[in-house]
């Protein structure tokens, strides 16, 4: 297989399936719309698994596991939300295979389902029904619960990671005594997803809420994270959302409080999912490869000996073995690759395709030297550098090459905000430089979904630090009072 | 909630059922057969991930991801594996569901799926026919997988954590070129199970082959390791496959050898799955609730302060950050319980029941006399011990519980092997003492059939150690070389 990839210039489309696939990221399997995720990718999300689940628990929640799935009169409970999720499930009607006499596998028709089962989009409705059990009094809440699990929506049209029938995911539902503890626990997590994704991923976020047409299926207000692709494309990288008293009247979930009445209880759900696979990828990748932020890279220093012979070899190793002790003694994860089936250069192209974030190349004469060659993958410059030292010198560029690439991304973002004050302008600033527009919109569903059909672009989120001003909403003329974003997103 | 357990002597399954939902542990869900694993249980889980991943990462295997569905032509590609799960799969049949228009929510009769999903039982088919696209010679074996999923077996009569219609397990699927490397992945991921049972959930098990009649639905040779519950059941624990060729050759999966030949690619295959919850469980609880190994439990030990007034508990919790700060220290995992809700006996009790190994607790003339109660779980003896030094007592007090529980099981299991040398004392030896009984079996199908309808006992394994020795069957009188263990089984 080739290993080249298509340059983002020639097709960014393109670009990002190369590097999927010839990272060894995911591949689509033989079910419509369900990926493999390869071990090279699902060591990243591993990373990210474990980065999360710890800041979860520190912030008092336990996992749990929830059913796969869901019965169909669960669905229906909630109206906003079966409307939200029916049209893309899959359904599961009979529960047996048999041999039809001609050494066919049929559907056993005796065997159906007299309820039919629908394989879980989310698990508000299942969990709803779980915590009524759970649930009498305050002195029972709150609730703080996640779960790492997989999903199944029916989507059409899907992309590897980005949009997928099947992907795995983390769901939060936490239930309260009041709304405002529910909103201050949608607030946390939002800022948790950010912190993560800002600190982790290296992908500066915007904080903000969604219109009401891009609300959750059920929700009362929804939270977002929204970054910026290199392509100036919107990427929704986690939402959190406030679910009032929805779940619990549809599922007739009420507690005692301390003063002795019945009330609903107050409920938040908040998920982030192997989409952020696509965001890393899609934020920080060159036409060279995958780039990995070092604090989600599985292998964070790659070390590749270049040698005439055996005798070569052994001082080389000698060296690297102290150097690996040392480095990994300081947390840092080494992969020294002497394979003498691949040639120095092959495994450099290839690390570099893979986003090891730094590779260090060693020789006879840097032995002699007392030097090596260390080859940063964000920016590809090479620099030769005192055995001295190395470790730390190591361990800074790490954090260097960590803060560079959310600089990068910031930089990028923010000269990728721009403001538009009428509806051709904003026309032209998608079309020529795409970002995020900021305009003034009047507020109503009508003309976001308007502005939605002409231009395809969406309003991305209406940012929680935004400051109020007077104007004129770009596509009516109506009065508004503040400017929200929007952008074409995947 | 009455937190009263039924004893193991006045009902053995009730006993089993208490436990699992007293503790918290799990419970029904209101989809048939599919529990809800509740945080208790699933913390417990969690430990067991992260010990048997470590294990598994460091014997070279990576972790993927592969769809949840299987279309259903590729069950019918392996005979025999067709023939084991297709009488119990839930079955994908549609894509969406829809409004009726009179408000009821029904499954869309235009959104049939042209062939059939099947909801994985497990994961042989689906993935050697992505395998089929990662070999192509030599150079890209062996490939050293595993998976962490849920999946889905239609179980009829199902009990928490033992046989549910879902559950969640690993699954490891290795490619080799030999048949030799095949077998010797398959008794290294044996003898890992082994070490984990024994030596992390403190379970002695017997390590051996399955006859022909319990072999996997597609294995060559089925190892198994087998424990044995305080009721004299059997429980399998673990299974580990060697696959031959049958999948490589149902998928078509060839690879060039280094003599420049073309093969079909050698296969194993292993798991395990929250049933070890069962047997953590069952192997060491008692009366009073769970006992949990120490190296598995999710808080190992727990303090309870016992004061009068607020000066009381400020002194006692002083002493308690420090003790606890040394503890972590060593990579105890403490939990300080000072709620002033419920009283010391109400907490006293709620841990034994949930199983905590040590509790410590600690009043205002303990403080005098520098002094603590500290209570092991397994044993249940309290013993009042000097505050100096107290952190490596504490260290050394959960190695001795783990060790403890160990030698236990380890006694019972032992005094539950029995000779039989007839049918009727075999008969006799099941209703009497059951355990594991060792007799001499003929080598058929037919006869371990025979005895299976009569006694509802099966041959649970050829142990690995076994001797050979001269016999005759218990059943048929025919001539064997070696005696078979058999047992009731869960």
């Given at each position: 297989m080739s290993k080249e990839i298509t340059s983002r210039a020639a097709d960014y489309s393109q670009w990002y399936n190369d590097i999927v696939i010839k990272a060894d990221l995911a591949e689509h399997s033989a079910v419509r719309g369900c990926m493999v995720i390869k071990p090279n990718g699902y060591a990243i999300w591993e990373k990210m698994q474990a980065v999360l689940d710890k800041m979860f628990k520190d912030t008092g929640h336990s996992n749990a596991y929830f059913p796969l799935f869901i019965p169909k009169s669960f669905f229906s409970k909630e109206a906003s939300h079966v409307e939200g999720f029916a049209t893309e499930c899959a359904v599961v009607t009979h529960y047996r295979l048999k041999n039809d006499g001609n050494g066919n596998i049929v559907?056993?028709?005796?065997?159906?389902?007299?309820e039919e089962l629908i394989v879980?989009?989310?698990?508000e409705t299942i969990i709803w029904n779980t915590y009524k059990g759970w649930i009498?009094?305050?002195?029972?809440?709150p609730i703080l619960i996640n779960q790492w699990a997989n999903v199944v929506r029916w989507e059409m049209r899907t992309r590897l990671f980005?949009?997928?029938a099947e992907f795995l995911w983390q769901e939060g539902h936490t239930a309260h005594a009041t709304a405002q503890e529910a909103i201050e626990e949608t607030e946390r997590m939002l800022h948790i997803y950010a912190d993560f994704a800002e600190n982790w991923l290296a992908v500066p976020v915007i904080r903000g809420r969604k219109s009401p047409n891009e609300?959750?299926?059920?929700?009362l207000d929804t939270y977002c994270i929204e970054a910026l692709m290199q392509d100036g494309k919107a990427l929704q990288a986690g939402t959190s959302h406030f679910l009032g008293q929805n779940f619990a009247k549809a599922f007739d979930v009420k507690f005692t409080g301390k003063d002795g009445k019945l009330d609903y209880v107050w409920a938040s759900s908040w998920g982030v999912s192997t989409r952020l696979m696509g965001a890393l990828i899609m934020a920080h990748s060159d036409d060279s490869g995958l780039i990995i932020p070092p604090k989600l890279a599985p292998i964070q220093v790659v070390i590749v000996p270049i040698y005439k012979g055996e005798e070569d070899l052994a001082k080389i190793t000698a060296y690297v073995n102290e150097l690996t002790m040392r480095l990994k003694g300081f947390g840092v994860s080494v992969k020294y690759d002497?394979?003498?089936?691949?040639?120095p250069g092959f495994k450099f192209a290839d690390y570099e395709l893979k986003g090891v974030p730094v590779r260090i190349a060693i020789g006879g004469r840097d032995l002699e030297n007392k030097t090596v060659e260390v080859a940063r993958r964000d920016t590809k410059v090479k620099q030769t550098v005192p055995q001295e030292g190395l470790d730390i010198y190591i361990i800074k560029l790490l954090e260097d090459i960590q803060t560079s690439m959310f600089n990068k991304a910031l930089a990028y973002r923010d000269e990728h905000i721009t403001e538009a004050n009428s509806y051709d302008e904003f026309k032209q600033l998608l079309d020529e430089k795409a970002g995020f527009i900021s305009a003034h919109w009047d507020g109503t569903p009508e003309t976001e979904q308007k502005i939605k059909e002409e231009?395809?672009?969406?309003?991305?989120c209406i940012p929680l630090d935004n400051k109020l001003e007077d104007g004129v909403c770009i596509y009516s003329g109506k009065a508004s009072t503040q400017r929200v974003l929007f952008a074409r997103a995947y």
């Amino acid at each position: 297989m080739s290993k080249e990839i298509t340059s983002r210039a020639a097709d960014y489309s393109q670009w990002y399936n190369d590097i999927v696939i010839k990272a060894d990221l995911a591949e689509h399997s033989a079910v419509r719309g369900c990926m493999v995720i390869k071990p090279n990718g699902y060591a990243i999300w591993e990373k990210m698994q474990a980065v999360l689940d710890k800041m979860f628990k520190d912030t008092g929640h336990s996992n749990a596991y929830f059913p796969l799935f869901i019965p169909k009169s669960f669905f229906s409970k909630e109206a906003s939300h079966v409307e939200g999720f029916a049209t893309e499930c899959a359904v599961v009607t009979h529960y047996r295979l048999k041999n039809d006499g001609n050494g066919n596998i049929v559907v056993d028709e005796t065997a159906k389902l007299e309820e039919e089962l629908i394989v879980r989009p989310t698990s508000e409705t299942i969990i709803w029904n779980t915590y009524k059990g759970w649930i009498q009094s305050y002195r029972d809440l709150p609730i703080l619960i996640n779960q790492w699990a997989n999903v199944v929506r029916w989507e059409m049209r899907t992309r590897l990671f980005l949009r997928t029938a099947e992907f795995l995911w983390q769901e939060g539902h936490t239930a309260h005594a009041t709304a405002q503890e529910a909103i201050e626990e949608t607030e946390r997590m939002l800022h948790i997803y950010a912190d993560f994704a800002e600190n982790w991923l290296a992908v500066p976020v915007i904080r903000g809420r969604k219109s009401p047409n891009e609300r959750f299926a059920g929700a009362l207000d929804t939270y977002c994270i929204e970054a910026l692709m290199q392509d100036g494309k919107a990427l929704q990288a986690g939402t959190s959302h406030f679910l009032g008293q929805n779940f619990a009247k549809a599922f007739d979930v009420k507690f005692t409080g301390k003063d002795g009445k019945l009330d609903y209880v107050w409920a938040s759900s908040w998920g982030v999912s192997t989409r952020l696979m696509g965001a890393l990828i899609m934020a920080h990748s060159d036409d060279s490869g995958l780039i990995i932020p070092p604090k989600l890279a599985p292998i964070q220093v790659v070390i590749v000996p270049i040698y005439k012979g055996e005798e070569d070899l052994a001082k080389i190793t000698a060296y690297v073995n102290e150097l690996t002790m040392r480095l990994k003694g300081f947390g840092v994860s080494v992969k020294y690759d002497d394979r003498d089936t691949q040639r120095p250069g092959f495994k450099f192209a290839d690390y570099e395709l893979k986003g090891v974030p730094v590779r260090i190349a060693i020789g006879g004469r840097d032995l002699e030297n007392k030097t090596v060659e260390v080859a940063r993958r964000d920016t590809k410059v090479k620099q030769t550098v005192p055995q001295e030292g190395l470790d730390i010198y190591i361990i800074k560029l790490l954090e260097d090459i960590q803060t560079s690439m959310f600089n990068k991304a910031l930089a990028y973002r923010d000269e990728h905000i721009t403001e538009a004050n009428s509806y051709d302008e904003f026309k032209q600033l998608l079309d020529e430089k795409a970002g995020f527009i900021s305009a003034h919109w009047d507020g109503t569903p009508e003309t976001e979904q308007k502005i939605k059909e002409e231009t395809k672009a969406t309003i991305r989120c209406i940012p929680l630090d935004n400051k109020l001003e007077d104007g004129v909403c770009i596509y009516s003329g109506k009065a508004s009072t503040q400017r929200v974003l929007f952008a074409r997103a995947y």
